[in-house]
């Protein structure tokens, strides 16, 4: 149980993590005047796709770390 716990812990942490991370750049962007929500969804399409990109490689990389048992001499199984 406890490993299914810390599973949803962990899947909740990155989405929590993607969806604010994501408003969070895109609403510094807007506000930078990179782009303008007036002038179409252009940059929030871009932004939006190269988080989803960014945060799913960050994502994976730490579900690989965090599930791969070591042996004990340290290395990887």
């Given amino acids: 149980?406890?490993?299914n716990l810390q599973a949803?812990?962990?899947?909740?942490?990155?989405?929590l993590g993607w969806g604010i991370g994501g408003s969070l750049i895109d609403a510094g962007l807007?506000?930078?005047g990179v782009y303008s929500l007036e002038t179409g969804q252009l940059g929030t399409l871009t932004t939006f796709?190269?988080?989803t990109l960014l945060w799913g490689a960050a994502g994976a990389w730490l579900y690989r770390r965090f599930t791969t048992t070591t042996s004990e001499s340290?290395?990887?199984d």
């Fill in 1 to 3: 149980m406890t490993g």
């Fill in 8 to 15: 949803i812990g962990f899947l909740f942490s990155w989405v």
């Fill in 30 to 32: 807007i506000q930078a």
């Fill in 49 to 51: 796709v190269l988080w």
């Fill in 74 to 76: 340290g290395e990887p």
